[in-house]
Each structure stands twice: as structure tokens, then as C-alpha cells.
């Protein structure tokens, strides 16, 4: 054989093996993406469906590939690394999908904004920006995880800057946190070598375990490099429900107090959710991250009110381009449970599933 149909053959492999990791990669992102598609965060079915089905292990073993097949790709495909067209950084359109996709959150609204507009305006920041969601399960923490990728990043959540660790799933056994720990600096490392403007996303991040996240400090700490590398541009967002007590404590004192839950301030709860963080347990609450002041924004997910659940359902059923009529939307809200007891206040699902649930409804 000569070396021109040797270079082919590697061509080839390289091109079989690249689509293999790419189909492997893609898995997870593409299952987060079909269930969040509609409209609002789907924790608990993505958990279930991935527990379900894939081998936890699996996630990290075509890690290895990605170099090699990538310098490929970049030859074939482009990957600009110069201009480097894999962001979009769409501040407006981030602005635009909080404003008319996201309800009942105003102060997530108003401070993600900020936060990641005033963390892309700086040319060099001082440190990554880490920022920490916080409420009950569909308050609508994923729902604004995937804004951001989707309009910071080209491909949204499949970018290859973008990486999404569900902790129950990447990072199952307590007894494997050393291996776990040894991955993720090594997959991170890579990831920001590969692209300095990175996100990462930590789902589920109260089942992380203990000293796992400590090992990522250095990357957000204000280094200017950690092995020759610098994570500064790098961005970092933990989702979880720790401090959903004190959120609702304070949201259902403001309506017992005959207030409008827009006046509840971050004042009010950054600091009470700290408090909350810092004294619950879990690898999450328990880090050097937590303990140490690198979460720059504590962001609070309200619980969500039938009002809220019934613009949900709208948006399901515009989304899918339904003429509706406005009974269903209350036949919808109804459906749902209320939480206190006595009030009945609160959807204690807030809006998950709430877009397969106007199936049941429709004619
Ligand atoms: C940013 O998002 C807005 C709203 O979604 C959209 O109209 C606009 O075209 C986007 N701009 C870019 C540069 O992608």
C-alpha cells in the first residue's frame, strides 16, 4: 500500500472514531435538549431516563479521542480558532428569552443578565464566573442553564464549549471520588485548553460528594494560570435545590404579608441561602467553593404560584402552534398540586411536565 491510501484509511478511522465520540457526547446533551425543548426543565425524567439506560462509565471513555480526531476535523470542517465562531454571545437574545420564556423570577431574570453580561464585557476577568441556582425542582434552573448555552454558544448545549455533569449520573459511587476527581481536572483542563471560553453546568449539584468539587477550585479561584492554563474566561453554573426552604419561607411570608413577591429582594435572600448552604449537608454545600466565597451570585428560584403554571402551559401550547382555549390553561393549573396545606399557594412541581400534561387536555 502506498501512503496515500494510508493517510486515507487514517482519514477514515479517524472520521468513524470522531463520530462515535461525538455520538457518545452527544447523548446526554441531546436527551437534556429533547426534554427541555418543551418549554420547561425536566429534572426528574432526565435523571430516570439516563439511570435507565447508559453505563455511568461511558460517559468519560472516548475522552481520549478527542484531540486526535478533533485536529482532523478542524482540517476538514474549520473550527476558528481565531475569531472562534463557536460563540455568539447574544446578550439580547439572552435578555429577550428571560423576559417572555422564564416566569415568576425576577431576581434570576435581572441578575443572570448582569452577571454574565458584565462577565463577557470584560476583556480579562479577575477570576471564572460561578454562578449557583438555587429552588425547588421546576422553578426553572435548567430552563435558564439552557438560555444561557443556547444564546452564549453557536450549538447551544451540544457546543463543544459547553459540558453538562449531572451529578447522580457522571458521578455515581462515593467510593470512586478520587477517580471521579482525577477525571473532571483532566476533562476540564482540556475543555479550556480547547476553548478558553467555557461553560460548564453541574446539575443535581446536592448529590455531589464530598471533596469532589474542592478539586476544581483552582479553576475558578483568581489564578492567572493553573498549569500553564487560565480559567478565567471560563464560566461555572452548580444547580441545585439547596436553600428551596428558605426561598419559599420568604416568598410565602411576603403573600401572607399582603405583598407583591417582585418586591423580595437579593438582599433579602443571597444571604439567607448562603446561610442555608453553608450549614446543609452535601459536597456541594460543603466546598471550599461555598466556604471560600467563589460562588460569585447565589441566585434564588421562587416556587412558582397557578398564575405561573398557567402561562406554562401557554407557552406549551404556542409552542406547538395549538389554537387553545383559555379553559384548558386553568384545567392545566389545576391539575398540579398546591403546597402549604393551609394556602395552597405554591405548585410544588412548579412547571415540570407541565408541557406533556396539556396533552390530557387537548380535544
Ligand atoms: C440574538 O437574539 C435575538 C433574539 O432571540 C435575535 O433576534 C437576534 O438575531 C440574535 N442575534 C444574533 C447575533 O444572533
Given at each position: 500500500m502506498n501512503s496515500h491510501?494510508?493517510?486515507?484509511?487514517?482519514?477514515w478511522l479517524a472520521k468513524v472514531n470522531?463520530?462515535?465520540?461525538q455520538d457518545q457526547l452527544g447523548t446526554f446533551s441531546e436527551i437534556f435538549h429533547f426534554l427541555t425543548d418543551q418549554i420547561w426543565d425536566s429534572e426528574f425524567e432526565l435523571a430516570?431516563?439516563?439511570?435507565?439506560?447508559?453505563?455511568?462509565?461511558?460517559?468519560?471513555?472516548?475522552?481520549?479521542?478527542?484531540?486526535?480526531t478533533r485536529n482532523w476535523y478542524c482540517s476538514v470542517h474549520?473550527?476558528?480558532?481565531?475569531t472562534d465562531c463557536r460563540l455568539i454571545n447574544n446578550i439580547t437574545g439572552l435578555d429577550h428569552d428571560l423576559g417572555t420564556k422564564l416566569h415568576g423570577q425576577h431576581l434570576a431574570k435581572e441578575v443572570v443578565v448582569k452577571a454574565v453580561k458584565g462577565f463577557l464585557a470584560t476583556p480579562q476577568p479577575q477570576k471564572a464566573l460561578a454562578l449557583s441556582f438555587h429552588g425547588w425542582s421546576g422553578t426553572g434552573k435548567k430552563f435558564v442553564a439552557r438560555m444561557i448555552a443556547d444564546n452564549l454558544y453557536r450549538d447551544g448545549l451540544r457546543s463543544e464549549c459547553v459540558h453538562l455533569y449531572i451529578a447522580p449520573f457522571h458521578f455515581p459511587y462515593a467510593d470512586l471520588v478520587d477517580k471521579y476527581k482525577a477525571l473532571l481536572l483532566q476533562r476540564i483542563l482540556a475543555a479550556v485548553q480547547h476553548c478558553d471560553r467555557s461553560l460548564f453546568i453541574f446539575d443535581e449539584a446536592e448529590k455531589l460528594h464530598q471533596g469532589l468539587i474542592d478539586a476544581i477550585k483552582p479553576y475558578i479561584d483568581h489564578y492567572d494560570n493553573v498549569d500553564g492554563v487560565d480559567f478565567r474566561k471560563s464560566m461555572f453554573i452548580f444547580l441545585s435545590n439547596v436553600g428551596g426552604h428558605s426561598i419559599s419561607r420568604m416568598t410565602l411570608d411576603f403573600w401572607r404579608a399582603g405583598r407583591n413577591r417582585e418586591e423580595i429582594t437579593m438582599e433579602d435572600l443571597e444571604h439567607r441561602i448562603q446561610r442555608e448552604a453553608t450549614t446543609s449537608e452535601g459536597g456541594f454545600t460543603q466546598s471550599v467553593l461555598v466556604a471560600e466565597n467563589l460562588i460569585d451570585f447565589f441566585i434564588p428560584f421562587l416556587p412558582l404560584e397557578y398564575k405561573h403554571v398557567k402561562l406554562c402551559?401557554?407557552?406549551?401550547?404556542r409552542s406547538r402552534g395549538i389554537n387553545y382555549k383559555v379553559d384548558i390553561l386553568d384545567e392545566v393549573a389545576r391539575g398540579m398540586s398546591y403546597v402549604p396545606k393551609s394556602e395552597k399557594l405554591f405548585s410544588a412541581q412548579g412547571?415540570?411536565?407541565v408541557s406533556q400534561r396539556v396533552n390530557f387536555f387537548l380535544p
Open positions: 491510501w494510508i493517510l486515507l484509511f487514517c482519514c470522531g463520530n462515535m465520540f430516570d431516563f439516563i439511570k435507565k439506560g447508559a453505563n455511568p462509565l461511558d460517559a468519560w471513555s472516548f475522552s481520549s479521542l478527542q484531540d486526535s474549520g473550527c476558528c480558532e481565531s402551559a401557554r407557552d406549551a401550547l412547571c415540570k411536565s
